[in-house]
């Protein structure tokens, strides 16, 4: 299994909702990320988990609530989300290290209404 | 400052041409590897090329070719006779550091093959 899957593939959802976007891998990769990628630009790093431990947050708003439960599984929480949150957001895993590169998922496109 | 640049935005070539899409990247690392990804459409990364630092040798893969200058710091990507499915946009990226965590993507080139 080489593949990043996210879920779900779409999501609209209100200001005053609250859902969770979900990244599995099963490659054995131990670090995790989630990017956000709004139209024709690249995509812009959140988090990075490694070993299941936080390690890297971009300054995130904590609108956005990251949760690694295990090795395999990475979620991202989202709550009393913005209309400018809009966006693509993409999951991607890579072995720890440098210079493997990230395998990354199909992403989530969500829409904040 | 941008780690990594991708002069051109948006390239359009008529199907069959050679197209080549330039990248130029900083660092102050002896180590570092940098990769090409590309995103058509549906909107998902597909991983493409990574290269390291130390190896220079330029990669043909099919009608794709890179060819990598450390001097000028350039890791450029040519696509050969473009075909139509080459639409997409191409992003290269550079990643540097201990635990390769310090990953930059350069802004892209939204490359658009006209049939």
């Known amino acids: 299994d080489t593949e990043v899957t996210q879920t779900p593939k779409h999501l609209v959802m209100g200001m005053t909702n609250k859902k969770s976007l979900k990244c599995e891998q099963h490659m054995g990769h131990r670090a995790m990320y989630w990017y956000k990628q709004k139209a024709k630009k690249p995509p812009e790093l959140m988090f990075v988990y490694s070993y299941e431990k936080l390690s890297i947050n971009e300054s995130v708003p904590s609108r956005f609530s990251p949760e690694c439960p295990n090795s395999s599984l990475l979620n991202l929480h989202l709550h009393a989300l913005q209309p400018e949150d809009s966006a693509l957001y993409l999951c991607?895993?890579?072995?720890?290290?440098?210079?493997?590169?990230?395998?990354f998922g199909s992403g989530t496109r969500l829409t904040v209404v | 400052a941008q780690k990594v640049t991708q002069a051109q935005t948006e390239i359009s070539v008529v199907e069959k041409e050679d197209v080549t899409l330039d990248c130029v990247y900083e660092t102050r690392d002896t180590t570092y590897y940098l990769f090409w990804y590309k995103q058509p459409p549906s909107g998902e990364l597909v991983f493409l090329i990574r290269?390291?630092?130390?190896?220079?040798q330029n990669e043909i893969s099919g009608r794709y070719s890179w060819n990598f200058q450390k001097s000028t710091s350039s890791f450029n990507f040519t696509i050969t006779a473009s075909q139509v499915v080459d639409s997409a946009v191409y992003f290269c990226a550079l990643s540097e550091g201990y635990t390769g965590n310090q990953f930059y993507f350069g802004t892209g080139t939204s490359l658009t093959v006209i049939p």
């Open positions: 290269r390291n630092s130390f190896d220079e």
């Open positions: 991607a895993s890579s072995q720890s290290g440098q210079g493997y590169g990230y395998t």
